[in-house]
């Protein structure tokens, strides 16, 4: 089976040309498009944003054009605000979310108006360390064992995220008598799930609270927010999440649960890996190979450019540029240059016959792919290029240089 690219083989090599592989190439139409259908999926409820999760994708260019779609900014950490604002992102378009935070931290987001999701209720007096109470506050629940999480989040009961049922009724309370006016509630309980049950499952199990903190609180919920979560069909064979499928079914009951219970709130995600996940391709070349008790494809990527294969086993679908059509003769291990045996891209791979000087595409890189890179081995990030409608390339980030390596130390 194969999986399409946005690009035809003249058009990557006429980047070849010009910048050295490894680099990400991103697909701007392809981004938007679906940023445009997420919001088109929940346009029933009128107040609906969506936040991008910035540290999927952390170049400030991929979340000002999704600014430009309407998207806020889900950040956590001080970096993630900075890119932010310097993107002219401010108030209610950030969604603060972060854990384990410092009232450093706080004071940023405060100051950038942003709205605070708080992890734990033993997080308002950091808060308070850092600034008043926001008349917006919102909380972020972790169900335990009502619900089962998935692989990549692991389970809700073994997650470090958020708060416990009671610990969120006494946190709303708290800052409610703190000056509070507006609440919001959160979850984050699956990643990368492609089960459009499993998605609603989580609407419903936040619907119910909601109703729940009217009941005991009197506090009408004003902001619910899904979180992210959203898979990816990194194999041929998955299916993708229909998000007009996923918006109609949260529709469904929203008019079920929620209007007859008099609470009609905003609905909130914060999508990170659907939005750019399979609009972002990790472009490599083969630079060795050797045949051992296995066979080894060698290419100029590696681990640290992206870490999902070796860090949670995951599939990224693998086309060899020209060789489209082509069967596969072999499996074969390809591999980057890290001193360490799990810098496998992939395992047992199914590929036409590759040479040295094949240009690989690695498919579904776009979200926590160069966000996760790291400089293991003394081997420096890659550039990121972004690929305009127009078909005009835009270099994004440069790639790292031994200089920026060495600017932290002293020799
Ligand atoms: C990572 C994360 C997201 C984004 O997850 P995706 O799988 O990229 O959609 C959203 N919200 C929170 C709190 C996160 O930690």
């Not at 980057?336 to 579904?364: F, S």
Request: proline content about 4%.
């Amino acid at each position: 089976m194969q999986k399409t690219l946005p690009f035809d083989s003249a058009t990557l090599q006429r980047i070849l040309d010009e910048y050295p592989t490894p680099f990400y190439l991103y697909d701007e139409a392809g981004i938007r498009e679906r940023m445009r259908d997420l919001v088109q999926a929940f346009s029933w409820n009128k107040g609906f944003r969506q936040y991008f999760a910035v540290k999927a994708t952390p170049n400030p260019r991929i979340v000002s054009l999704l600014r430009d779609e309407g998207s806020g900014a889900d950040c956590s950490s001080m970096a993630e605000l900075v890119i932010s604002e310097r993107i002219g992102l401010e108030g209610e378009s950030i969604m603060f979310t972060s854990n384990n935070t410092t009232a450093e931290e706080y004071k940023y987001a405060l100051d950038l108006g942003a709205i605070i999701n708080l992890d734990h209720p033993n997080l308002i007096d950091t808060l308070l360390a850092a600034g008043d109470m926001p008349k917006t506050i919102s909380f972020r629940y972790n169900p335990g064992p009502e619900r089962t999480g998935n692989a990549i989040i692991g389970n809700p009961q073994e997650a470090k995220f958020g708060c416990t049922r009671k610990q969120l009724l006494e946190g709303y309370k708290r800052c409610q008598e703190l000056g509070a006016t507006h609440f919001g509630l959160h979850t984050m309980v699956v990643s990368n799930e492609l089960g459009v049950q499993s998605l609603l499952d989580t609407a419903q199990m936040l619907f119910d609270l909601a109703i729940l903190i009217k009941d005991e609180l009197g506090i009408e919920i004003k902001f619910i927010n899904l979180g992210g979560g959203i898979g990816v069909g990194y194999r041929p064979e998955d299916d993708e999440v229909n998000l007009a499928d996923f918006g109609a079914g949260v529709h469904q009951l929203y008019e079920k649960v929620l209007v007859p219970a008099g609470l009609s709130p905003r609905i909130f995600m914060e999508n990170g890996r659907t939005i750019t996940g399979p609009f972002g391709f990790l472009i490599s070349r083969v630079i060795n190979q050797k045949q051992t008790y296995k066979d080894y494809v060698g290419v100029d990527a590696c681990m640290s450019n992206l870490m999902r294969p070796g860090m949670y086993g995951a599939y990224h679908h693998i086309t060899v540029m020209g060789k489209e059509g082509q069967s596969a003769t072999k499996s074969v291990d390809v591999v980057g240059a890290l001193c360490e045996n799990n810098d496998k891209l992939a395992i047992d791979r199914q590929l036409p016959e590759v040479v040295v000087g094949d240009v690989l595409v690695i498919h579904d890189a776009g979200a926590h792919g160069h966000a996760m890179g790291f400089q293991y081995n003394g081997r420096l990030r890659c550039a990121e290029l972004l690929l305009k409608p127009d078909g005009e390339v835009e270099q994004i980030r440069r790639a790292e240089t031994l200089e920026d390596y060495f600017a932290t130390v002293k020799f």
